[in-house]
């Protein structure tokens, strides 16, 4: 089974709305995760690492204040695109490390209308 | 920095054996990971790398240089179904533990 959920899968909203990603973790505690985005055919790209307790960490580029993150418990993070715009539709999928593997989330298709 | 290389595509026949190559520079490795994406979904966990050598499950097999910045999977007995995107990706312990990802390798499996 799932080892890291991801909801929603799928998300259509409009210009200018926001629209919250969840990243939670089953039966294991992950203080780390990270959210990556994927554009058609491109490889994953890191945006944040989301800790938690504190402030994520953003990649060089990343708008802090347009991709909200929030780690709030040992098992949820949070990612919130703000005031969304059609260049930001694009497959976001986060991770979370466990003992030597990386489990992956079944990421989510965004589409900005 | 970290720069992470892998070849752009690769085409294969059914039953045959590819290998699949990545070299890499980062400055605090900690780790090499292999995983396996189809298009539209989430990547699939291969394998994991930390020191020099052969690690074998199954099909796919990975190798480690950490020496020479180097790293390979190899894929025998290939099936249709292997058609998919492998990607390498590197932990850093310098940068807090990161995954970075590598462009990805597009395997094209011919029948």
């Known amino acids: 089974g799932a080892v890291v959920s991801q909801h929603p899968s799928r998300v259509i909203c409009k210009s200018g709305t926001s629209v919250k990603i969840e990243c939670r973790s089953l039966d294991f505690q992950a203080t780390t995760m990270f959210w990556y985005r994927q554009f058609p055919k491109k490889s994953l790209m890191l945006m944040a690492t989301s800790n938690e307790g504190s402030k994520a960490t953003y990649e060089q580029g990343v708008e802090k204040d347009k991709f909200l993150i929030n780690h709030a418990s040992l098992t949820l993070s949070t990612l919130t695109v703000t005031s969304a715009h059609p260049e930001d539709s694009s497959f976001y999928i986060c991770s979370a490390p466990l003992v030597s593997t990386i489990y992956f989330g079944e990421g989510s298709w965004l589409t900005v209308v | 920095g970290q720069n992470i290389d892998q070849p752009t595509e690769m085409t294969a026949t059914e039953g045959a054996i590819v290998q699949i190559n990545c070299t890499y520079q980062t400055s605090g490795f900690n780790g090499l990971f292999w995983y396996q994406q189809h298009a539209g979904e989430a990547p699939t966990f291969l394998s994991y790398?930390?020191?020099?050598g052969l690690e074998e499950k199954g099909r796919f097999s990975s190798f480690l240089s950490r020496s020479k910045g180097y790293s390979y999977l190899l894929l025998k007995e290939l099936q249709m179904k292997d058609s998919a995107s492998y990607l390498c990706?590197?932990?850093?312990?310098?940068?807090?533990?990161?995954?970075?990802f590598g462009k990805g390798t597009r395997l094209h499996i011919l029948p």
């Open positions: 790398n930390v020191l020099d």
């Open positions: 990706a590197v932990r850093d312990v310098n940068r807090d533990d990161k995954i970075i």
